[in-house]
């Protein structure tokens, strides 16, 4: 049996007095799509950036590919990566996309995508350059590829940064909420392309308020609250038989 | 080539040597103004302390005070030290061997060229204006663009190389664009520790030909023209880098 892509044991982490997770377990293997749920506040973006260690946890562990992300005590700042290398390396694995796109604005969209690749991963700039067409390509953006992401629509930017994503072939991909500043009338084109990722086999996890990609797409949902998985299943059971009432409560509002 | 009763040759070393003092006064300035923007930036006490000294105390000094202080006072510092030191290695030299004749290890008197002194008083002066200015840039550096480097697996110093440098600049620089040019003008403060600028030499040659309005004027235009031709270099680097937001 091979180690599950990611596992998550017991995450807690705390800003200041605030204890915004409270013990979280989680556990990713090979082509899972997992859909993180929770009203706003309930911690379900914390937990999916200290995964890859954009917040440092303050207790408990987190594998990649088995993998222990190990941590030292500092006596100021409590809980730190023991080791920034390894860090560095796990996250250069793990591929994020943003809320609100982040693609760097100085670069083209074509140089946005070869950037990790050739600069963190090493790989020579025209193998790069040619995966990177082929990427666009794959996402509509090909005839983009020299434009600047302030040229592009917010759908098209987040179509970009999934390019840029899948450009260092992710071990798990984290989306925190890719569709939250979108105009609605391009959410379309970004869950498809997810769908497209999700179906292909890709490793996701994914912060999100749409309901239909977490009950259609993913095959495990995660719903949060105040800290806690409050319920967790598959998405035709737990949206068929709810049993947290929170749950059938924040489906019933969203819906 | 024109006539400046027989100076235009010197006239023309001088200016060469005015916009040499300035471009190597810049490469200094940015320099010590990105260490000292990072400096204030940083979680540490102790090194935002010494940047605040550092910008407080040259921007609350004349720069002419400032040069006097640092091309006279520098002299008797280093030559001081140079002195103590001397002394001091004799003494423990005489400790070990009682017969141990005097000896200058250090040169008892080190001349500080008024071309080095030129151009670290002013890059020196301009590194506090210009650290300001990086500062403001750095802060307005978009918090996620940094954030996506980080989670692609940058390390700090592809960070800043990478992401921050190249952002930053396009917010300093208007500011350095000033900074330039106020910089490039103060270098005319150098003649007076007695570097053959050109505004010393347009001093002494209208001592002896008694036509300062020629001399002087010509130091004007040579500056205009410096300042315009970077005005212009400004401007087409300024529309370069901001195409890129829209």
Redesign the interface.
Known sequence: MTAPTLSIRNLHKSFADNQVLKGIDLEAHQGDVISILGASGSGKSTLLRCV?L?ETPTSGDILVNGELIKMKMDKKRGAIPAS?KQV?????????V?Q?F?????LSVIENVI??PV???GVPKKEAIVKAEALLQRVGLYERKDY?P??LSGGQQQRVAIA?ALA?EPEVMLFDEPTSALDPELVGEVLTVMRDLAEEGRTMLVVTHEMAFARDVSNKVLFLHQGLVEEQGKPEDIFQNPTSERFKQFISTVY | MFSLYGYQDIFLEGAWLTLQVALLSLVLAVFLGLIAALAKLSHSIILTSIATLYTTIIRGIPDLILMLIIFFGGQVLINDTSYNLNEWFNEVVTGYYPDHEWTAYLPDYIDISPYIAGIVTIGFIFGAYMAETFRGAILSVDKGQLEAATAYGMNKYKRFSRVMFPQMMRHALPGLGNNWLVLLKTTALVSIIGLQDMVKIAGDASGSTQKPFTFYLVVALIFLFYTAVSTTVLKWAERKYSIQTR
Do not use: D, K, P, T
Not at chain 1, 88 to 96: F, K
Not at chain 1, 102 to 106: K, T
């Open positions: 890859n954009l920034i560095e390396r796990i996250r250069s694995r793990l591929a994020m943003f609100s982040n693609l760097w604005s100085h950037e990790a600069h963190v991963l600047y302030g040229q840029r260092v």
